[in-house]
C-alpha cells in the first residue's frame, strides 16, 4: 500500500513537472531573482578548511565559500540586465587560548552590475537556457579581528578595503516551470581588472531562479 501510494504521488509530481515545463516553454518572463550558493576560488586564499588541535591551541581556518542575490530584469528577447548582491568568506579563523579567544574573519561583499545574453530567442521551447555574462562594479573587502582576553577588555579591528573589478562566465538555467528553475553560474573575477590580482579567481555556483512577469517576445517581419 506504501508503495502504491509513493508510486502514485511521484507520478503526480512528474506531471506536475511536465506540466510546469509545458508552461514554461511558452511563457516568457520579465524579471527574475536567483538564490545561488557559490564556492570562489581566489589566488591567494585558503580553499579548503583545516583544522589544528593542540593543547591549549585550536583553530578552524577555510574560506572561499558564500552566496549571492541577483535581481535579473529582461531588456530584450535575448538580453537581461543582472544586479547581484554577493558575500564570500575569503578566510575563517577561530583560535582558543588558554587565557582566550582570537577570532578573525576576512569577507568580499561585490555589487555588480552587469548583463546576460542568451542565445535562444524568448519563446524557444527548450527548458535548457544557456547564456553568457559580463559586468562589473565595486569588491568590498572587509577584515574583522576580534581578541578576547578573559581578564582584559575585548579588543575589536576593523580593516576595510574597497576596489573596482569586473567578471566574465556563462551559465544554464534548467527551468522546472514557467516561474522556477535551477541555475548553474561559473565567472571568473577580476578585481582590479587584473587576473594576477591576490583576490582574482574563478567562482562557481548553483541555486533557483524565480521567475515573473510576462514578456511580449518582439514580432518579426
Known amino acids: 500500500m506504501k508503495r502504491k501510494t509513493f508510486g502514485m504521488a511521484c507520478a503526480a509530481a512528474l506531471a506536475v513537472l511536465w506540466y510546469g515545463s509545458a508552461q514554461a516553454q511558452h511563457t516568457p518572463r520579465s524579471t527574475g531573482l536567483v538564490v ?17 588541535d593542540r593543547p591549549h591551541y585550536h583553530a578552524v581556518e577555510g574560506g572561499g565559500a558564500g552566496g549571492w542575490l541577483t535581481l535579473l530584469s529582461r531588456t530584450s528577447d535575448y538580453w537581461f540586465m543582472e544586479f547581484s548582491l554577493g558575500g564570500i568568506s575569503r578566510e575563517i579563523a577561530s583560535v582558543s587560548r588558554i587565557d582566550g579567544q582570537d577570532t578573525q574573519v ?14 535562444l530567442p524568448a519563446q524557444n521551447r527548450s527548458n535548457l537556457r544557456p547564456y553568457l555574462a559580463a559586468g562589473g562594479g565595486p569588491y568590498w573587502f572587509a577584515d574583522v579581528f576580534v581578541r578576547e582576553e578573559y581578564f582584559h577588555d575585548e579588543e575589536v579591528n576593523v580593516d576595510t578595503e574597497l576596489k573596482p573589478g569586473g567578471y ?23 578585481v ?8 582574482s579567481g574563478y567562482e562557481c555556483g548553483f541555486g533557483l531562479q524565480f521567475m515573473w512577469g510576462k514578456h511580449r517576445p518582439a514580432r518579426r517581419d
Open 36 to 52: 545561488r550558493g557559490s564556492f570562489w576560488d581566489m589566488n591567494e586564499g585558503p580553499d579548503h578548511i583545516r583544522i589544528i
Open 106 to 119: 576576512m569577507t568580499v561583499v561585490p555589487v555588480l552590475l552587469g548583463m546576460r545574453f542568451y542565445p
Open 168 to 190: 566574465l562566465g556563462g551559465g544554464l538555467d534548467f527551468m522546472l516551470t514557467s516561474w522556477l528553475g535551477l541555475n548553474f553560474d561559473a565567472k571568473y573575477h577580476f
Open 192 to 199: 582590479d581588472f587584473n587576473a594576477n590580482s591576490d583576490f
